[in-house]
Nanobody, 119 residues
């Protein structure tokens, strides 16, 4: 119903920047919000940032002053600045449908893109 494809990951040095992109396709009118998650080795998946259908962003404490989430049409972005080694993780694009929709609540996920921050 909804397909998500991430891109823009790679390897950067500490203090560097990356911009992740998520291309969404399918029944996009049913999506109420989108988000970025990440999962580092040995850790559980954690929420990084969200953006509502009204464009209101929220951020995890660890990234609020360094990352910026945005969207444009069918694209979702995550601008990451002043990257740290602890930002190293697989980053996943998420699309959320609320239970108020006739299809019911659901979360769609991309395949993930690797971000590595090291010297």
């Amino acid at each position: 119903q909804v397909q998500l494809v991430e891109s823009g990951g790679g390897s950067v040095q500490p203090g560097g920047s990356l911009r992740l992109s998520c291309s969404a396709s399918g029944l996009l009118r049913s999506i109420d919000s989108m988000a970025w998650y990440r999962q580092a080795p040995g850790n559980e998946r954690e929420l990084v940032a969200t953006i509502t259908d009204r464009g209101n962003p929220t951020y995890a404490d660890a990234v609020w002053d360094r990352f910026t989430i945005s969207r444009d049409a069918s694209m979702l972005y995550l601008q990451m600045d002043r990257l740290k080694p602890e930002d190293t993780a697989v980053y996943y694009c998420n699309a959320h449908r609320d239970a108020t929709k006739w299809q019911g609540a659901y979360d769609y996920w991309g395949q993930g893109t690797q971000v590595t921050v090291s010297s």
